[in-house]
Structure formats: structure tokens, C-alpha cells
């Protein structure tokens, strides 16, 4: 059978044998440099914000609130409220209404 594991005759009741560690590590991809980036809301911020803008009547509200969301997974939902407000009151919603729903999606994130 093509492409099947067979174990060499005599050997499948033996405990396969320990992977000596510098073997381990030619075969494992180098591990990748963390490099910490200060958080900007940049396009994926002006992403929400034409999302939240986009919305018609009926879900204005729940386009705020996953906008915002995902603003504040991403570290971002401090410097997005602003515009996010902005872009909510220009489809209809009353300000206090836009920070209700921003300031729902900060609690829900825990954020």
C-alpha cells in the first residue's frame, strides 16, 4: 500500500526509541524573535471604523459593538474610541449611545 507506515518485521511491539535532542532541534523550525510593537491603531483601526460606518439602520448598534470588540482584543480600543464614535454618530446613533456600546465591548473583553 502506498504511502502506509509499516514497522520493519519484528519491531511493532518495541516502545519507539527517544529522539536525541540535537536531532530535535534540526528538526523543529528556529523559533521565531518576539518583537514587541507598541500597539497603532493604523489600517486595521480605519478597518473599524469604515465597517462602523457602513452600517445601515437596524445594525448600526451591533456593527459599533463588534467593531469595538475586536478594537480592544487587538489593544487598540483606547485610541479607537474616538473615531469610533465619530463614525457611529455619522450613521444615526446619539453619542451617549456610541460610548454605551464601546464601553460595553471594553467590559465584555475585559479590557
Wanted: aromatic fraction near 4%; charge should be neutral; proline fraction near 12%.
Amino acid at each position: 500500500q502506498h504511502g502506509a507506515y509499516r514497522a520493519a518485521p519484528g519491531t511493532a511491539d518495541l516502545a519507539p526509541a527517544p529522539c536525541p535532542p540535537a536531532l530535535l532541534r534540526l528538526l523543529l523550525p528556529p523559533p521565531r524573535a518576539h518583537h514587541p510593537t507598541p500597539p497603532s491603531a493604523g489600517d486595521h483601526g480605519q478597518g473599524l471604523v469604515q465597517f462602523v460606518l457602513a452600517a445601515h439602520e437596524g445594525q448600526r448598534n451591533t456593527r459599533l459593538f463588534w467593531a469595538a470588540c475586536r478594537a480592544y482584543e487587538d489593544g487598540i480600543g483606547p485610541e479607537l474610541v474616538d473615531p469610533l464614535v465619530d463614525a457611529a454618530r455619522a450613521t444615526g446613533l446619539s453619542e451617549r449611545e456610541a460610548r454605551a456600546t464601546i464601553a460595553s465591548a471594553a467590559r465584555l473583553t475585559g479590557r
